[in-house]
């Protein structure tokens, strides 16, 4: 058999094998804040992979920086633990105010409630509004001012929860600044670390990540929608992140 006849019988075998594996799983990429990384989707992740064969890349970057991400097309949705007019508000306040902010659609996709996170050391069972506000305005410096141990009170911030921190500013600090000499901190496990760490600290978090390596005083409620942001509408990847959260994705959220 001539060597022309003996490659294209191989190519022809090879064009009537029966196709299998090798199919690339559907993907979506989610800039998010500590709010629904903690809630939402450190909890679906590996389930919804398993399930409907959709892999999410998680970038847990912050609200503000989510958004820049996806006006430039890094990801495919933002997601923060905020309403959407406070998204576009805090937009503003760090200097990247939204032209057009109708170009954006947006959803709530669950709730958080922020906690208080603070050093086990810390024995106050409760904290009010004012006390809170004295905290972290600065204007209580020790936690004996509030009714708690003599210990110095070290607030620890952290740059990639600005939706978290503003949510609070608003509800518990009547919009006032937070204090100027604070510990730093990036995302809310780092808080979470830096607190557990340090005598005296006291930072804030979601709910879900409230156990027993820290302290967490009772103070009023803080609630706030965890709200998903695209430009224009979702895309199919989105659409199907959407109705598993909605779906089979609250048996693992709820836990």
């Given at each position: 058999m001539k060597k022309a006849s003996i490659i294209a019988l191989s190519l022809a075998c090879l064009i009537t094998l029966p196709?299998?594996?090798?199919?690339?799983?559907?993907?979506?990429?989610?800039?998010a804040g500590a709010a629904p990384t903690e809630n939402i989707f450190a909890k679906i992740k590996d389930p919804m992979e398993k399930s409907i064969g959709l892999k999410l890349n998680l970038i847990s970057s912050g609200p503000v920086q989510a958004?820049?991400?996806l006006d430039e097309k890094k990801v495919d949705a933002a997601t923060g633990g905020i309403t959407f007019g406070d998204w576009m508000k805090m937009m503003e306040k760090e200097g990247s105010s939204v032209a057009d902010p109708s170009v954006y659609?947006?959803?709530?996709?669950?709730?958080?409630?922020?906690?208080?996170?603070?050093?086990?050391?810390?024995?106050?069972?409760?904290?009010?509004?004012?006390?809170?506000?004295?905290?972290?305005?600065?204007?209580?410096?020790?936690?004996?001012?509030?009714?708690?141990p003599d210990l110095p009170i070290v607030v620890v911030l952290g740059s990639k929860i600005p939706g978290t921190q503003s949510v609070f500013q608003k509800q518990m600090m009547d919009d006032e600044p937070y204090?100027?000499?604070?510990?730093?901190?990036?995302?809310?496990?780092?808080?979470?670390?830096?607190?557990?760490?340090?005598?005296g600290a006291v930072g804030l978090g979601p709910i879900s990540l409230v156990d027993g390596a820290i302290s967490s005083p009772e103070i009023p409620e803080v609630g706030r929608p965890i709200t998903l942001v695209t430009r224009g509408e979702p895309s199919p990847a989105v659409a199907r992140l959407v109705d598993y959260i909605n779906g089979e994705g609250k048996q693992h959220i709820s836990k």
């Open positions: 196709f299998t594996g090798f199919v690339r799983a559907e993907e979506v990429t989610v800039g958004l820049k991400d659609k947006h959803r709530v996709i669950g709730k958080d409630i922020v906690k208080l996170m603070a050093h086990k050391g810390v024995t106050v069972g409760a904290l009010s509004k004012d006390q809170l506000k004295a905290i972290f305005t600065g204007k209580a410096a020790n936690w004996k001012d509030v009714g708690g204090v100027q000499k604070v510990m730093e901190a990036t995302t809310a496990a780092d808080v979470k670390e830096k607190v557990q760490a340090t005598p």
